[in-house]
């Protein structure tokens, strides 16, 4: 079962990281395999929603509910989707008032041996890309 876990320090707040990250409805503007991105249910202590992915051309959609506590973690929980396995979280260290450690961690298989074949790659590379594209988000929407 394939396991990511990245940790990065950015000068932004971790108030700010965490609501960049629970911003899904906002995630097709800067996720470039993101084709779409509705939010099911936000509450102070959940955020559910459903992912559209497509990566030159292969398709697939997931949803999570994600139990949250801003502007510290997100616990991500699977939905539904094409997935066996798929549990992680996001933690937000803060580093003085204006920086932040990101953390992300997920673990996650496919329902099916075909499917790990055919979107095993395609989310393998999303996932090693994700936090780099949160913390280029980041740096344009949060220009000092």
């Known amino acids: 079962m394939p396991t990511v ?3 990065v320090i950015v000068q932004h707040p971790a108030s700010a990281m965490f609501d960049l990250v629970d911003g899904v409805e906002r995630y097709p503007e800067f996720l470039p395999w993101c084709a779409g991105a509705a939010v099911i249910e936000r509450t102070p202590a959940v955020t559910e929603a459903r992912v559209e992915v497509d990566f030159h051309g292969l398709r ?3 949803t ?5 506590e801003s502007p ?3 616990h991500l ?3 539904e989707g094409p997935f066996e396995r798929f549990q992680g979280h996001w933690r937000f260290v803060a580093l003085g008032e204006s920086g932040c450690r990101v953390e992300f961690a997920l673990d996650y298989g496919f329902d099916s041996r075909a499917l790990d ?3 095993g790659p395609v989310f393998g590379h999303i996932l090693e890309t994700l936090v780099e ?3 280029q988000r ?3 929407v949060m220009q000092p």
């Open 64 to 68: 999570t509910r994600n139990s949250k």
């Open 60 to 62: 697939s959609a997931f």
């Open 117 to 119: 074949t055919l979107l």
């Open 5 to 7: 876990r990245k940790s």
């Open 77 to 79: 929980a699977f939905v």
């Open 72 to 74: 510290e973690w997100m």
């Open 133 to 135: 594209r949160f913390v």
């Open 138 to 140: 980041a740096d344009e």
